[in-house]
């Protein structure tokens, strides 16, 4: 028997760096200093705070848009988010040691990535919130793109509900300076995963129901709800 089929599998390389499951104090500094730069160029609004868990498993999904949308999320929220990020974000050495510590881990788009799932599974079992954006990628003023069924399989697998945030205006960071960028984030209901609902569908659910609070041209793909389809 080939010696090579007996080998141990292969430890991925992100194993050896150091993650966060809870939150720290260089985290809580890191995101004052941010937050202050960002006054700069934003004004922010928060509506629906009401539906904020605060304590226990969440998932926060939302439209993506820019790779600044985390920033005005966590600004919005008391509880820190552990992100997902693409992973090209991370090769950087000192963007990686800042994403690192501001509770954030990569993900190798355009493949199952195993690694991210479980590093995602393991946020939520420490009870934290986590991160997510289900197009997988930024829509660059398209609208919604068809999502990625990653959310809802780590919500059903977790028993844990979905809270989605709807962003706008992280488009216009840095077009209309020295003027600040008006940023709303809606925070909607939590979507809870129903009795043998599947991945793909709750998808649709969360997508959908997404789409409602996002202005027509935003909607994309999700602009017109399938006839019969239950929320």
Known sequence: MDTATLAAPQIDPRDRKK???ADTPQRRLMIAVI???FKVMMKMEVTG?????PQGPVILA???VTNFDVFPMQFALPRPIFFMGKAELFRNPLLDLLLRNLSGFPVNRGEKD???MRHAAKVLQHGQMLGMFPEGTRSKGRGLAVAKTG???LAIEADCPILLAAVTGSDQFFKRFPHRARVQIELLPPLAPKPGETPLALTDRLMFTLAQSLPEDMRGVYAKMPAGFAM
């Open 114 to 116: 195993q690694w991210a």
């Open 62 to 64: 939302a439209n993506h």
């Open 151 to 153: 959310a809802a399989r």
């Open 49 to 53: 705070l009401e539906n904020f868990p």
């Open 19 to 21: 993650y966060y499951f």
């Open 35 to 37: 937050r202050s730069l």
